[in-house]
């Protein structure tokens, strides 16, 4: 019998939030997302506090912190404000990604190699709070070294470019770029993930992808969950990435 590729599936609940503020509403409630996600298979539950507070709350997080049986993943942009409360919060994942304040969404990775003592400081920080800390970058061999070199135990690289890739040959190059960054990561002694654009007809080639560890998906769950309900968009995304990792 041989053992099974294992894959983890963390699931991002940011957008179920967005829903929520476009009313300034109580629903929909991004909790019973996660807790939802959790009974569906979830492997770990993905928040991004973003600095301009447009979707998850600091609230959200409190209670997160509170009653998740997996597992949480802080996204976080390296901000004074932000390193505070994830010493309080003292999430078991913490993802330093980058923010502006106008962005539609995530664009482009963390450059860790242009400022490496302001991430290690970062990195050193949460590791003392019990934090394991990855960083959000491009599939560039640079900055996977960098990250190497400061000692961050696990990366996760920027699959948007991939995402959006415009024809055939575009996305091939991009996966191949992922792919690349895959191994290198790997063969730098690096936990490596993935996630940003993945949907239910991208996901399968990262999926597939050996060694690599857990895919953050959040806007293709809670648009395909508005269809068949949270718990079946996470279970059938789930199905899909295990099946791709072990064919
Ligand atoms: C870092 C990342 O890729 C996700 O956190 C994503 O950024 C969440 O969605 P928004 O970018 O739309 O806030
Ligand atoms: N880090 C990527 C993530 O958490 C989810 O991004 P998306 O699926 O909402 O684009």
């Not at 997080?61 to 309080?88: H, K, P, S, Y």
């Not at 994942?93 to 962005?103: A, D, I, K, N």
């Not at 990855?134 to 991939?162: K, M, N, V, W």
């Not at 953050?216 to 899909?240: D, S």
Request: net charge negative.
């Amino acid at each position: 019998m041989t053992e099974a590729n294992r894959i983890l599936l963390g699931v991002n609940i940011d957008h179920v939030a967005t829903l929520r503020q476009a009313r300034g509403t109580r629903y929909p409630d991004p909790v019973k997302a996660a807790l939802d996600a959790e009974e569906a298979g979830a492997d770990g539950i993905t928040v991004h506090l973003r600095e301009d507070r447009r979707h998850i709350q600091d609230r959200d997080v409190r209670v997160l912190a509170e009653v998740l049986q997996t597992r949480m993943n802080f996204e976080m942009g390296v901000t004074e404000e932000m390193m505070a409360f994830a010493e309080i919060i003292r999430p078991a994942h913490v993802c330093l990604v980058p923010e502006t304040r106008q962005e539609l969404t995530t664009e482009g990775g963390l450059d860790v190699a242009g400022q490496e003592a302001r991430i290690h400081a970062a990195v050193q920080r949460l590791a003392a709070a019990g934090c394991e800390v990855s960083l959000f970058i491009d599939a560039d061999p640079r900055q996977i070294e960098a990250s190497a070199r400061i000692g961050a135990p696990a990366i996760e690289l920027h699959t948007g470019r991939y995402a959006d890739a415009h024809s055939v040959a575009e996305t091939a190059l991009e996966l191949a770029r992922i792919r690349d960054g895959v191994e290198f990561g790997l063969s730098h002694g690096l936990i490596v993930n993935a996630g940003h654009g993945l949907h239910y007809h991208n996901v399968e080639p990262v999926a597939a992808i050996a060694g690599i560890n857990e895919l953050n998906i959040g806007h293709a769950l809670v648009a395909h969950a508005l269809f068949v309900g949270f718990k079946q968009a996470v279970a059938e995304m789930k199905a899909l990435i295990v099946a791709a990792a072990n064919r």
